[in-house]
């Protein structure tokens, strides 16, 4: 059976993949957004035990931090200091927009780099903090 010309299906439009599409900063800081929100969970539990081992014994004190201590335990915890700052700032960017303000495109995608900036530049100001007090 063949379709004539009027009658004949129309192949439809494939959208671009991920890694051809150029993605705005916004979407980006949107993504970076909520895939911090969900690390922030996890993030906390470490918190939460840290918390009650030293609640606990001095025995479960001291492995916690050992293994928060740990170089893998440092990547962790800066990786955790920056998914907080850059949620914070997301936030903050959130409650700008909800006065109204900064809605255009322009204005918008500096708001998201500086989102990220000022995330990156808070957690480097924690840690070198942390380091300067004597860790």
Known sequence: MSHSPATRPHARPLSPHL???????????????????GA??????????????????????????QVLGSWVGLIVLVGYTWAMM???????RHLIWDTGTGLEKDTSTQLAWATL?????LTVLIWAGYLWLGA
Do not use: C, D, K, Q
């Open 19 to 37: 890694t051809v599409y150029r993605w705005p900063a916004t979407m980006l800081m949107s993504i970076l957004h909520r895939i911090t929100g």
């Open 40 to 65: 922030l969970y996890f993030g906390t539990l470490l918190v939460a035990w840290w918390l009650i081992a030293a609640a606990t014994s001095e025995n479960a004190f001291n492995l916690a931090n």
């Open 86 to 92: 850059l949620h914070m700032l997301g936030g903050v």
């Open 117 to 121: 900036a000022g995330s990156i530049v």
